[in-house]
């Protein structure tokens, strides 16, 4: 089985504060994949990043940076400089083998992020 | 953007009462997913599909059924509704064909069994 936890159920900051969003996951395949997705108050589910169990490389892209460790099965979400655009609902998910699991993706129970002008 | 669409938007609908949602894709992709999404859960799957009459259940079948005669068409069917499914319902797809593979969502219909 498959579970994703977000332990953060709400977050609050300040514009331009840096702010880190936990994702913690478990599964048995050896072979995974981890997204985040962001979810802004319109409702939409927005795609973010996409990492394979076997890179390891942290992420930048932008504001938004992610950090992926398989020893903590850990893959936490930074966003440096919030700005209030960055509020919004985030995910983080968890597909396993594709063969095996069909690809199903189990998501976290999400963090709402609210930052503040 | 990717093509999905899920119809109706919003229903309101009455306990015991069959319902049907839909979702259309112009992208032909493979794979087709329902989720339901509530405060607490996030969002948790009901159904899925990896071809045309290929289904499975996820964590939250029970009271669900799903049907996909055709690649473009994912229909969720809630044979007797109760107050339990009011939630807001996702449709998604994906084809993972490549690296960077992922799940588009659709907009999502919001569905009220009163």
């Known amino acids: 089985a498959q579970k994703v936890t977000q332990a953060q159920t709400e977050i609050s900051v300040v514009e331009k504060e840096d702010v880190t969003l936990d994702c913690v996951y478990e599964?048995?395949?050896?072979?995974?994949?981890l997204f985040w997705y962001k979810q802004p108050p319109s409702g939409e589910l927005v795609f973010l990043i996409r990492r394979n169990s076997f890179d390891e490389q942290n992420e930048i892209s932008g504001r938004y940076s992610w950090n992926f460790q398989k020893s903590t099965s850990s893959f936490n979400f930074t966003i440096t400089a919030s700005q209030v655009v960055d509020s919004a609902v985030y995910f983080c998910?968890?597909?396993?083998?594709?063969?095996?699991?069909?690809?199903?993706?189990?998501f976290g129970e999400g963090t709402q992020l609210t930052v503040n002008p | 953007d990717a093509g999905i669409t899920q119809s109706p938007r919003h229903k309101v609908t009455e306990t015991g009462t069959p319902v049907t949602l839909r979702c259309h894709q112009t992208e032909n992709h493979r794979y087709m997913y329902w989720y339901r999404q509530d405060p607490g859960h996030g969002l948790r799957l009901i159904h899925y599909s990896y071809g045309v009459k290929d289904t499975d259940k996820g964590e939250v079948s029970d009271g669900y059924s799903v049907s996909r005669s055709k690649t473009e068409d994912f229909l969720l069917t809630l044979e007797s509704a109760t107050s339990s499914q009011t939630s807001v319902y996702f449709c998604a797809i994906a084809n993972y064909r490549g690296p960077n593979e992922k799940l588009f969502f659709g907009s999502g219909t919001q569905l009220s069994v009163l």
């Open positions: 998910a968890l597909s396993g083998n594709k063969e095996t699991s069909g690809s199903r993706l189990t």
């Open positions: 599964t048995r395949d050896t072979t995974y994949y």
